[in-house]
């Protein structure tokens, strides 16, 4: 009974991570998206900001400027510290097969399969949740008119 029940979690999980998967040119229009987005939900602080502190176009037209400015310090400290984090990954991802080579020396093949299947559900347990966490966030801004 175990073993079914098990074999039908596998299953379900195998599907919905295949449903998951998008096409890189999929990827390139959600990236697309979500920067429109981010310009209209800007666009729209700024009129709110304006309308409730009642800013003249002077006082836009700073407040913008102070914002691209804000943004090209950002991208420039992302670029900065992009070899740091691919670095500081490629030292995670070698920890872990480390990790995997030693647990693979110590268990059964059976309970290797288990373990690898554990960890993976638990990578989809925790993908889920942050999805559900960032979902429930962005109501959360939207009530607050954030």
Do not use: C
């Not at 599907?15 to 209209?40: C, G, H, I, L, V």
């Not at 666009?43 to 176009?57: I, S, T, V, Y």
């Not at 268990?107 to 960032?134: C, F, V």
Request: net charge positive; no cysteine; proline share 1%.
């Amino acid at each position: 009974m175990k073993k079914l029940v098990l074999a039908i979690a596998f299953i379900g999980m195998g599907s919905f991570a295949m449903a998951q998967q998008t096409a890189p040119n999929d990827r390139k229009a959600n990236r697309e998206e979500m920067k429109q987005k981010m310009q209209q939900k800007e666009q729209e602080r700024m009129a709110e900001m304006q309308k409730d502190l009642n800013l003249n176009q002077s006082q836009m037209a700073q407040i913008k400027d102070l914002h691209e400015k804000r943004k090209s310090e950002m991208r420039n400290n992302f670029e900065k510290n992009k070899e740091q984090r691919q670095a500081k990954m490629e030292e995670m991802k070698a920890k872990r097969q480390q990790m995997d080579n030693d647990m693979k020396k110590i268990l059964s093949p059976d309970q290797y399969e288990k373990w690898q299947a554990g960890k993976k559900a638990k990578m989809e347990q925790r993908r889920a949740m942050m999805k559900e966490k960032g979902m429930k966030g962005d109501r959360k801004m939207m009530r607050h008119g954030m």
